[in-house]
């Protein structure tokens, strides 16, 4: 069993930032595809981003040069950080990692991003 932990988010203004952190508790399995995704109140889960065990990186257009993921794969670890935030950025983020790629993988348990004057 893999649980994931995620830290970070909280509130901040338009055009401010925030890191996310999303840590993996098992020392025996290491993720191989790590994925962001957020929602936001009355809408759907939707992806964000996502890193693979190759180093590929995806985004979705709404934070193309805004977000970057990252990933630490000696801490089995991902990171998204998030610039220029804009209030439609407002959501619960949750972190999904896989340890085989094609399985539904693992969620954090979600954190709350707020982006407001």
């Known amino acids: 069993q893999v649980q994931l932990v995620q830290s970070g988010g909280g509130l901040v203004q338009p055009g401010g930032s925030l890191r996310l952190s999303c840590a993996a508790s098992s020392r025996t399995f290491s993720i191989n595809h790590w994925g962001w995704h957020r929602q936001a109140p009355g809408k759907q889960r939707e992806f964000v981003?996502?890193?693979?065990?190759?180093?590929?990186?995806k985004y979705a257009d709404s934070v193309k040069g805004r977000f970057t993921v990252s990933r630490d794969n000696t801490k089995n670890t991902v990171y998204l950080q998030m610039n220029s935030l804009k209030d439609e950025d407002t959501a619960v983020y949750y972190c999904?990692?896989?340890?085989?790629?094609?399985?539904?993988?693992?969620w954090g348990q979600g954190t709350q991003v707020t982006v407001s004057l």
């Open positions: 999904n990692g896989k340890v085989v790629p094609n399985s539904d993988g693992y």
């Open positions: 981003a996502g890193i693979y065990v190759n180093g590929i990186t």
